[in-house]
T-cell receptor, first 110, second 117 residues
Framework: EDQVTQSPEALRLQEGESSSLNCSYTVSGLRGLFWYRQDPGKGPEFLFTLYSAGEEKEKERLKATLTKKESFLHITAPKPEDSATYLCAVQAWDDYKLSFGAGTTVTVRA | GAVVSQHPSRVICKSGTSVKIECRSLDFQATTMFWYRQFPKQSLMLMATSNEGSKATYEQGVEKDKFLINHASLTLSTLTVTSAHPEDSSFYIC?????????????FGQGTRLTVV
């Protein structure tokens, strides 16, 4: 069974204080690893898909990296508007379902 | 990016009644739609997968007679919560993928907050 573990559960940052979120996974053949952002009371918003170890993708202050066992989401010089819950999910080759982690709730103080 | 619209965003219903939630793909053909349930401060739990024109596949532990899913067209899937009870109160979210996006991202609706009183 696919498993996704995210850490930490919550992260409180000062504006401009860079940090990283971790997503550890086990899957029977990785088709893709996904990062989403979710605001309270909203559906997840797509950020990145990573397909193979060593791959990196960037979007504004966010950068996602992937190894064979984990992925990191780096937040560089965060702003209050980056406050959200960040979800990681994996998709296996033999299925199109996404298995989600519990998420990391990031709060950025001005 | 592709747009998935979910309606209603909030609904309050009386115990014992049924509620229908709609999920529409606005600018692509959704060959597969997924329905999730999310409890406060928890992750998304997949309830069922539906492919256009065929019966939905339910995850273990999800009652198919209680959560009726219909995916009659390439742009619309519905989830009906039948004989709702307070324990069915939750945040329900749909997502959709199409032939163009099946190997990439799934696009999510805005979610529906169901409260059963």
């Amino acid at each position: 069974e696919d498993q996704v573990t995210q850490s930490p559960e919550a992260l409180r940052l000062q504006e401009g204080e860079s940090s990283s979120l971790n997503c550890s996974y086990t899957v029977s053949g990785l088709r893709g690893l996904f990062w989403y952002r979710q605001d309270p009371g909203k559906g997840p918003e797509f950020l990145f898909t990573l397909y193979s170890a060593g791959e990196e993708k960037e979007k504004e202050r966010l950068k996602a990296t992937l190894t064979k066992k984990e992925s990191f989401l780096h937040i560089t010089a965060p702003k209050p508007e980056d406050s959200a819950t960040y979800l990681c999910a994996v998709q296996a080759w033999d299925d199109y379902k996404l298995s989600f982690g519990a998420g990391t709730t990031v709060t950025v103080r001005a | 990016g592709a747009v998935v619209s979910q309606h209603p965003s909030r609904v309050i219903c009386k115990s014992g009644t049924s509620v229908k939630i709609e999920c529409r793909s606005l600018d692509f053909q959704a060959t597969t739609m997924f329905w999730y349930r999310q409890f406060p401060k928890q992750s998304l739990m997949l309830m069922a997968t539906s492919n256009e024109g065929s019966k939905a596949t339910y995850e273990q532990g999800v009652e198919k007679d209680k959560f009726l899913i219909n995916h009659a067209s390439l742009t619309l899937s519905t989830l009906t919560v039948t004989s709702a009870h307070p324990e069915d109160s939750s945040f329900y979210i749909c997502s959709a993928t199409g032939k163009e996006t099946v190997n990439t991202e799934a696009f999510f609706g805005q979610g529906t907050r169901l409260t059963v009183v």
